[in-house]
């Protein structure tokens, strides 16, 4: 299997580089939503709001 190959305008690209951003990419995604989750207890505390208002928020 080649490593890269090439795109509809016949431009070369890695293949392995692409799936390392994507994994970059949703390891942030799992990162934010975690940090996220778990502030969400603080976040109702200091503005005094409801769980669902600050779960809307953090969408």
Known sequence: MSRSTHDIHG??????IMI???LIATFAGVLNQTSLGTAIPTLMKSFDISLS????ATT
């Open 20 to 22: 390392i951003l994507l």
């Open 53 to 56: 208002t600050a779960q809307q």
């Open 11 to 16: 431009k070369p690209y890695n293949r392995t």
